[in-house]
């Protein structure tokens, strides 16, 4: 990003710009009188390109708060992804996370990784790959964002976050701020890395490497080439390798969220055939028959998934599906970024940057659940033996398909993007144009534990499948033939953009040169959604719609069009004024005006005062404007105060609803006011302390109105979304996208610095990031607005303080860093219900808080020799356990996947051998 190697033109020109636009006309005619221009030059202070700007200015702080996270930052923290990196920053709040897309509890968007600047969604965060957009991750579902698999981890040099709204700069998505992750450029020599960890329990063992390489000296060669290639691969973790998980079986911990489909299987009876076992005397474990829900195996069940839990089916097993799935998967990832450059002349370039990457990431859950019914009596009693039901006609099974394997998918991410671009200088002014390919296919495989329906039905109802063990060589072999491997759903997303920008100086000011940036962009995106035939033929256990509804296959685009304009103001030595403004005009959606205000003060060398203020907008993505209707169920388990107020108990009248999720074509765009202000103090060299005060309204959200909210609004909802039958349990709720409410949050950012002098004892350092959250009130539907902030609220949880802090200690060649990530405690969830009170008819589980999570971290490195340096860490140092919450919205329960780790104490190596 830096510019040492350009020398500047005569002209004075205090600021310079990047990419934006013209046309293609433009292009080629400043490109032609560029590579003619022939200027005498002169040295000046170099300039860079900050994130929030298209201005380059010497390097400092800037009107708008940035955060820098340096290659030995990264180093450091033990990372190599940039999944993992979002550790390191406080402001990224309710992520989206392998632990949170391990179901298709996030709407049909397992695999997908995605920052959560602020926590006002993943959609609101704009991430980009050196200044330039990547494609969105490509399968359909309620988030909108770039893979953050897809980010060429061993190429990053080092990332810049915008904490703070960049619609005036950027366009949609950057409500919540950005994130630009920044490669090498125009590197010689060569490097090598290698890293290894292994954890303490085992599990989530990781192996990486990077091997890159660059030739020619741009001033002398007027050249350069440079290439990475980066492989990482990362073990599966199961529930069964942590004990924190071995000591909170949900039996005595969350009794309602076992499953009743077991192994072996639970026989559910109607009236007529339980008065006939009890009429016969047929006991379970002893004891006479009272229920309807029986297990002729109960109280043994089968151990440790499929066990006795008397609070849960009293006669019958449970299923504990936590002791019988994986928590963290299995990933292999191999990238390349490459980019040539050729000097045309001393103020010409024209490069070429092309990044490849495919990460694929097997998901594996529990087994198949199944409910079986018209399954005859005859059948099941030649399974039992001397445990055979004393009655006749037809029973309704309800199983665990152990024998089909663990449901397991194998989801494919590939991106990939190729940048063009020409920089120049005409007169006192600087181009940047650049044309931009990028694309990301994903492909969700079912690879293990998924069969055909129909065939299975019959082989149980035709003696040949045992439901309640082992079964025959004939019953595997029938397995066997319908299991399923087949990729279900295939997604593809192009962003293909023409960008340019001008640049340049109109006049001087008390402070130097109003700087000048004006360009456009013109971006086309395109989406396409194909399920498979066999999938849409509703046959596939695990993947079936219960209403036979299919997915139907979706090809959309739409053009932006987008010109901006942004002046640098240095009125004094001491007070510089940022403005900006851009029109973005959508073909599907519409237009939009924002402007940005950044003020910057300086009244000495050792404070800084900044604020700014503008607006902010997010398009409707395809997947909100034209996602086909899916049916399927709601994400948590929830109770139903409308069935209880039919006359039935609260412990059967909590569960997971039947749900149809509907797109929105006519949704606008979300609109945003945000401001902020602070200041940075160095009262001593080496010294550095900076807090910024921020504020976001985000109106006209774009969500479906929550399960959670309908069921606790049903006086408002109950007629325009529930369906019940005639007993008073619901058969459909609708969730909607639609344009909804209102978002406002604010808080207060910290960050501090200090390094020392050279001392006999070494020099030592220190780092502090920190966010507290002041406020975050939603607003769903017409509701009043509730407070998220310390709770968890509907999906997510938002705590009030977040912070990393890092000491470090260097003595010659040696050196060792400590490192601390915190998030406080928070209200939990406290949806989760207690069976056995209230005389069996059930009550909520007593309120209750979650603790603090803090984890401490420790490196050390050795300098061997200029070329050599090795590295040894333990992450997790004090093997602190992910908080216990009763948390019911993900498919992992007994923690909260989004912001804990469950792999416990990590140790690691690394060695970078450099060739220069």
Not at 123 to 129: D, Q
Not at 277 to 305: D, H, K, M, W
Not at 748 to 768: H, P, Q, V
Not at 780 to 808: A, I, K, P, T, Y
Request: aromatic share 10%; with cysteine.
């Amino acid at each position: 990003m830096t510019d040492a190697h350009r020398p500047p033109p005569t002209l004075p020109l205090p600021f310079r710009m990047t990419p934006c636009a013209q046309a293609v006309a433009i292009v080629l005619a400043l490109g032609a009188q560029a590579a003619t221009a022939e200027e005498v030059v002169t040295p000046a202070p170099a300039r860079i390109l900050v994130t929030g700007s298209s201005i380059k200015r010497i390097q400092g702080e800037t009107a708008l708060p940035v955060q820098t996270i340096k290659k030995d930052d990264i180093i450091k923290s033990g990372a190599t992804t940039a999944a993992e990196l979002m550790k390191m920053i406080s402001a990224n709040n309710a992520p989206l996370t392998d632990g949170a897309s391990i179901t298709d509890n996030t709407g049909g968007q397992r695999g997908f990784n995605g920052a959560n600047l602020r926590g006002i969604g993943v959609s609101s965060t704009l991430v980009l790959l050196n200044g330039r957009r990547m494609a969105n991750f490509a399968s359909p579902g309620d988030s909108a964002g770039v893979d953050l698999k897809n980010i060429p981890a061993g190429a990053v040099e080092r990332v810049e976050i915008l904490k703070d709204g960049a619609s005036a700069i950027y366009g949609t998505d950057a409500i919540g701020g950005v994130i630009n992750f920044i490669t090498r450029k125009d590197y010689v020599g060569a490097d090598v890395n290698v890293y290894a960890s292994t954890t303490q329990e085992g599990g989530a063992g990781k192996t990486a490497a990077s091997v890159g390489g660059g030739y020619g000296d741009l001033n002398t060669d007027r050249f350069n080439v440079f290439g990475v290639f980066d492989y990482q691969k990362l073990d599966s973790l199961r529930s069964t390798q942590r004990e924190f998980l071995k000591e909170r079986p949900l039996a005595t911990n969350l009794p309602f969220y076992m499953s009743s489909r077991t192994d072996p299987a639970n026989i559910r009876l109607t009236s007529k055939q339980r008065s006939d076992l009890q009429a016969a005397g047929y006991l379970i474990g002893g004891e006479a028959v009272t229920e309807r829900t029986i297990n002729p195996f109960s109280p043994a069940c089968n151990p440790p998934a499929t066990i006795y839990a008397a609070n849960q089916v009293s006669q019958g097993c449970s299923y504990d599906y936590m002791q019988d799935t994986e928590i963290y998967p299995e990933q292999e990832t191999m990238g390349f970024l490459g980019r040539g450059v050729y000097r045309i002349n001393e103020r010409t370039d024209i490069s070429l940057e092309l990044m490849k990457n495919q990460t694929t990431t097997t998901y594996v859950s529990s087994p198949n659940p199944l409910q079986i019914t018209g399954v005859p009596v005859s059948v099941v009693n030649g399974w039992l033996g001397d445990r055979a039901l004393p009655t006749s006609g037809n029973v309704e099974l309800r199983q665990r398909v152990t024998e089909g394997g663990n449901r397991s998918n194998e989801v494919v991410s590939d991106a990939q993007r190729f940048v063009l671009a020409l920089t120049g200088g005409v007169g006192g002014w600087d181009y940047d144009l650049g044309l931009n390919y990028a694309s990301n296919e994903t492909s969700d495989r079912m690879v293990n534990g998924y069969f055909l329906y129909d065939e299975f039905v019959a082989g149980i109802k035709g003696g040949q499948i045992n439901p309640f063990g082992p079964s025959p060589a004939a019953g595997k072999s029938l397995i066997d033939s319908i299991k399923v491997d087949e990729v279900g759903r295939r997604s593809k997303g192009v962003t293909t953009s023409i960008d340019g920008k001008l640049t340049g100086s109109l006049m001087s000011l008390g402070g130097g040169e109003l700087g000048l940036a004006t360009g456009f962009e013109f971006r086309r995106e395109t989406a396409d959604f194909t399920p498979s035939a066999l999938l849409n033929s509703n046959n596939i256990a695990g993947d079936r719609s219960s209403s036979g509804a299919t997915l139907e296959a979706t090809s959309n685009s739409r053009n932006i069009s987008s010109l901006f304009a942004e002046l640098n103001a240095p009125f004094t030595q001491q007070l510089e004024v940022q403005f900006a403004l851009r029109y973005d005009n959508y073909s599907d959606v519409g237009n939009t005006v924002n402007p940005k205000l950044g003020v910057r003060w300086q009244p000495s060398k050792s404070l800084l005062v900044r604020g700014s203020a503008g607006t902010g907008f997010r398009a409707p993505t395809f997947s909100e404007l034209y996602r086909p209707t899916s049916f399927g169920s709601s994400s948590a388990i929830l109770p139903d105060p409308g069935c209880v107020a039919a006359g039935n108990a609260l412990v059967d009248c909590t569960d997971q609803v039947p749900v149809e999720r509907r797109s929105n074509a006519d949704l606008k765009p979300e609109k945003s006011q945000q401001f902020s202000f602070g200041f940075v103090f160095e009262p001593l060299r080496n010294t550095s302390v900076s807090v910024d005060y921020w504020n976001i309204k985000k109106k006209d959200i774009i969500s479906g109105l929550a399960e959670e909210i309908i069921l606790e609004n049903l006086d408002k909802y109950e007629a325009p979304y529930v369906t019940r039958d005639a007993d008073g349990f619901i058969t459909n709720m609708v969730l909607q996208k639609q344009n909804q409410g209102v978002l406002k949050t604010s808080g207060i950012d910290f960050e501090g610095a200090w390094r020392s002098d050279a001392t006999l004892y070494g020099r030592f350092g220190a780092k502090f990031s920190g966010t507290w959250v002041l406020e975050y009130k939603r607003q769903f539907g017409s509701e009043e607005f509730v407070d998220n902030v310390g709770r968890f609220l509907v999906d997510q949880v938002v705590q009030e303080w977040r912070h990393r802090l890092s000491f470090d200690w260097e003595l010659g060649q040696v050196g060792l860093t400590v490192s601390n990530s915190f998030s406080s405690g928070y209200t939990d969830h406290n949806k989760a219900v207690d069976p056995n009170a209230a005389g069996g008819d059930g009550a909520l589980l007593p309120p209750r808080d979650v603790s603090s999570y803090s984890t401490w971290d420790l490196v050390g490195n050795w300098n061997v020799s200029k070329a050599l340096k090795l590295r040894a860490g333990v992450l997790n140092l004090f093997d602190t356990a992910p908080p216990f919450s009763n948390q019911s919205y993900y498919f992992l329960s007994t923690y909260d996947p989004t912001y804990t780790d469950p792999r416990g104490r990590t140790y690691y190596l690394s060695a970078n051998y450099s060739f220069r």
